[in-house]
Every structure is written in structure tokens, then in C-alpha cells.
């Protein structure tokens, strides 16, 4: 009890009085969310809706300048943002001139205050889920795995493949294909191995894909758009690690195709354990909604 209230106390003193500013961003529509502390509580919640061609920086840019000079007297103490901006001086200065006293401008790398920007992306997140009715855990999924592999927005079209033989004979192919954090199953494809003899998982995985591959270059120069290789991944995950990652991008390479692609590194168990992407393994909480989309696509390839 003399813990949590400690704790209350420094949650109370962080946020006295700030706007908690995060944003997401789903097929190419951005929500910035604010949360506002006022008085220690939580005062008020919105959320602004942005379709535009730009980075989050550029965003989160417009929609600071436009909020707070139409809002110059609502304008808090501290304004904790998700990500830093460029020039920040000249944030605080500007909004210090809207707000006709100091203002401070707060970006949190560990701690408390990261907690609470959480819960603005949060926010964020489940609002957008709303509008593409989807659950806000799909967003988070999407929005985490974009994150730890650095790309430039969420992935929302995700093709996986596996191999898999009995004794060594009946070769085949599995892709499955994940979109909006759904598995999408009309899309999924098995692959009967045709060129390989043996239990050759490297060599089978290269003819799966350039089958698959090589089709969708065929249907875009036709304009045939009938069937789902015509549509291109936003990101291709193998079952494995570094060997499955180079045969795919050697395979791409031959194509002049360029499409992210990672490995899911199983441990001694068999159990997903991170991705494997640029040539570094990268870990991935096991509580996360990320994690726990990776570990349903890998058990639907293998199925």
C-alpha cells in the first residue's frame, strides 16, 4: 500500500499539469491522440484524424502549430510528445509566445511519463480500430512489428512460407497470408515441390517463391489482378532464420523485387523466438500484441 502510493505521488508530480501527445497511423490515415492532466486527473481525451502523404514528424508539425494557436489559452505546462521533434527550442518558444508564460516540451526515453504515452498510443490505436473496424490489439500488433524492424509504416499485407516433407518425400510449400492482422485464408496457397528430390528445404523454398513471385510479374504486366499473386506483401516472413532470409531475398534479387524480408527464429523448443532481419536477430517482448501476431502466423504456417 506505501508503494502504490508512492508511486501515485510521482505520477501526480510528472503530471500536474501536461498534454500527453502519441500517434498511429493504418493504411495511410494518422490519429494523433492527446490525452490532457489538468489538476492531477485526467481531464480530457481527443483525437484528430490526418490523411496525409508525409512523415509523422511532418504531421505531428502540423498538428501542433494548428492545435495550439487556435487553443492559446489551454495551453499546459509541459507537453510530453512520443518522438522528438526537429528544433525543439523552437517548439517551446513558440508555444511559451502562445501561452504567455514557460512552456516545456518533454520527450521520455524510460520511466513513468513513458507509461502514459503508452496510453496515448493506446488511445490512438483503438480509435483507428473503430474506423477500419478492426480490434485496437491488431493495430498495436501491426504497429509494434513495423517498429522493431524500422520500416516506414506498420506492414498490413503479410505473406509467410514454410516447407515441410515426410521422410524426406512429398515436399510441399505453405503461404499464408495475414492482412490487417487477420489471417486471410481464401489467400493461402500450398505448393507441391516439383523440381527437388529429397529432403532439400533450401532448394525447395527457392522454387515456392519464384513460383510464386515470378506469376505476380506476370499477372501486373497482363493487368490480371483476378488472382491474390498479382498483389505484392508488404512484407515476407520466413519459418526460420538467416539461411530461409537469403534464399528469399536471392530470389527477389533475381526478380528486381524489392520487398522486406525476415526470418522467425524458433528456439530449442520449436516456439518463435524474435526475428532474424538485416542480418541481426531482433528480440521482441513475449508479452507483446507483436510478438503474439508473429507466433499465430508461424503456427498457421506450419499447419
Request: aromatic share 8%; with cysteine.
Amino acid at each position: 500500500v506505501t508503494k502504490a502510493g508512492e508511486t501515485q505521488k510521482i505520477m501526480d508530480a510528472a503530471l500536474e499539469e501536461a498534454d500527453v501527445i502519441a500517434m498511429a497511423e493504418h493504411m495511410g490515415t494518422q490519429c494523433v491522440s492527446i490525452l490532457r492532466y489538468r489538476g492531477r486527473r485526467l481531464f480530457d481525451k481527443e483525437t484528430f484524424f490526418f490523411q496525409e502523404n508525409a512523415s509523422r514528424e511532418e504531421v505531428m508539425d502540423s498538428y501542433l502549430t494548428q492545435y495550439y494557436e487556435h487553443h492559446r489559452g489551454e495551453i499546459p505546462k509541459n507537453i510530453v510528445l512520443e518522438f522528438a521533434m526537429p528544433d525543439p527550442e523552437m517548439y517551446e518558444q513558440l508555444f511559451t509566445n502562445f501561452a504567455g508564460r514557460r512552456v516545456h516540451i518533454t520527450v521520455p526515453q524510460r520511466g513513468m511519463l513513458c507509461q502514459f504515452v503508452q496510453l496515448s498510443r493506446n488511445n490512438a490505436n483503438e480509435e483507428l480500430a473503430i474506423r477500419f473496424n478492426r480490434t485496437g490489439r491488431e493495430v498495436q500488433a501491426l504497429e509494434e512489428l513495423g517498429a522493431v524492424l524500422g520500416l516506414p509504416q506498420p506492414p498490413q499485407y503479410i505473406e509467410a512460407y514454410d516447407i515441410s516433407n515426410t521422410n524426406g518425400v512429398e515436399s510441399v510449400g505453405s503461404m499464408v497470408v495475414f492482412e490487417d492482422g487477420r489471417s486471410k485464408k481464401n489467400d493461402y496457397r500450398r505448393f507441391k515441390i516439383k523440381t527437388v528430390k529429397g529432403p532439400d528445404d533450401y532448394a525447395s523454398m527457392k522454387e515456392v517463391l519464384t513460383r510464386r513471385f515470378s506469376r505476380a510479374i506476370v499477372e501486373q504486366s497482363e493487368g490480371d489482378s483476378k488472382t491474390s499473386f498479382s498483389k505484392l506483401p508488404d512484407i515476407i516472413l520466413m519459418d526460420g532464420g538467416r539461411g530461409q532470409v537469403n534464399i528469399c531475398l536471392k530470389v527477389l534479387k533475381e526478380l528486381n523485387l524489392h520487398i522486406p524480408v525476415a526470418g522467425m527464429v524458433k528456439d530449442d523448443t520449436h516456439s518463435t523466438r524474435g526475428l532474424y532481419y538485416n542480418n541481426v536477430e531482433m528480440p521482441i517482448s513475449t508479452r507483446s500484441e507483436g510478438f503474439k501476431l508473429i507466433t499465430r502466423i508461424q503456427d498457421e504456417a506450419h499447419r
